[in-house]
């Protein structure tokens, strides 16, 4: 990674720090990013605000219509790996859907995708902790996304929401993620499915359309407004925290968001073909949007209040809230309306570039990274052991907004 690329990410950081209160609805300017700079390598310029997806809305708005979507999540229930065929009895449309859907893009590169296996066994924490308390905190404050959470079934029980989102964390760092023993293009693929639902289903939402800026959520720019608050801004901290990673373990970790940005649906050309190509990307359409809404303040509240079964929030409230501010920084939390704690975010504050430095030098260690990464694979296994204890985690097709606002 070059020291330009270093230095404009590390700019990106303070900017979402000095423009992250400024607004709440998606910019009223027109769509400058060029396709040239994606994955296509070109495009239709279309507007990404008002596309969608027209390969899985019809399909999944006909099945909500007539009924049918019962009978298909119990058939995609027993799909659980890539390679995996598909039970009988589905629809033919919803059969033809999943089918073309789960077909990789001509451009993935496997020994890529297994380099970034292997940065993934060394910097696992940090993906774990920057997906959980920077990316997954920063969804509360992105108004759309937010919205779109709390008035749909998932803002309902939003445990079970957050575990099906720590699923797509969890899968996507896995051993041979996109391999047919692996499970992330089942992830995906039921991802996609759940979008084409909420689009059909949330627009029917008088509460969700009285504070709505959009007439269909869930649009590309939306995705890849997600898209950004967890591949480039956890890319972001990592500069930021200066962990020594390679052009070629830097270019892997791109490539595996890459592929996951086309498997849950997006076009082409709207994906990010560079590290530098995703920052000005990132600039437009993540950068202006970070605001506060009353949604957002709420979910914020149920995320830092996840470990109430385990310790009555005593301790792992504080230092949710405390670990989300010095990842986010006082703005995002704020507008969050997170509780300062000025012992403990200075504490951590001080604390955490120390424990980087000495993690990375551990990594030196022969042996080391394979035990960073049991150690990890445990931590990861036991959050989805505490945010879904009776059940596997299954990523099923919603009927219903969210019921408590009816």
Known sequence: ?????????????????????????????????????????TGTGRD??????????????????????????????????????????????????????????????????????????????????????????????????ARAVWYSKGGADLTDRIAKTAKLGYDIGAHHAYRPDGKMIVTCVKTRLVHAAVRHLLPQSPHWSAVADERVPISQFDIMVTWHSLASSVWQKLVEWRVPISSAEADAYLHLWQVTGHMLGVLDEYIPSSWDEALAQREQVLVPLLARTDEGVLIADKLVKLGENLDFTLVTKPAFEAVTRYMLGDRVTD???????????????????????????????????????????????????????????NIDIPTINNPEYD
């Open 1 to 41: 990674m070059g020291e330009i690329s270093r230095r404009s990410l590390l700019r990106a950081g303070g900017t979402i720090g000095a423009l992250g209160a400024l607004a709440g609805a998606a910019p009223a300017h027109a769509w400058t990013w060029s396709s040239s700079g994606s994955v296509a390598g």
């Open 335 to 393: 507008m969050l309306e997170l509780p300062r704690r000025p012992v403990l975010d200075a504490t951590i504050s001080a604390a955490w570039i120390p424990f980087v430095r000495a993690r990375e030098l551990g990594l030196l260690v022969p042996g080391s990274p394979a035990v960073y990464w049991l150690f990890d694979e445990l931590l990861r296994k036991v959050a989805l052991l505490y945010l879904e204890p009776t059940k596997p985690i």
């Open 48 to 145: 990404p605000r008002e596309v969608w997806d027209d390969l899985a809305d019809p399909v999944l708005a006909n099945l909500l219509d007539t009924g049918g979507v019962p009978a298909v999540n119990a058939a995609l229930a027993s799909w659980t790996t890539n390679g995996q065929a598909l039970a009988a009895g589905l629809p033919a449309d919803v059969e033809a859907l999943v089918t073309r859907a789960r077909e990789l893009p001509s451009w993935v590169d496997h020994s890529r995708l297994d380099k970034a296996f292997t940065f993934t066994t060394k910097r696992g924490l940090y993906l774990g902790v920057l997906y959980g308390m920077n990316s997954g905190m920063m969804s509360a404050a992105i108004p759309r996304e």
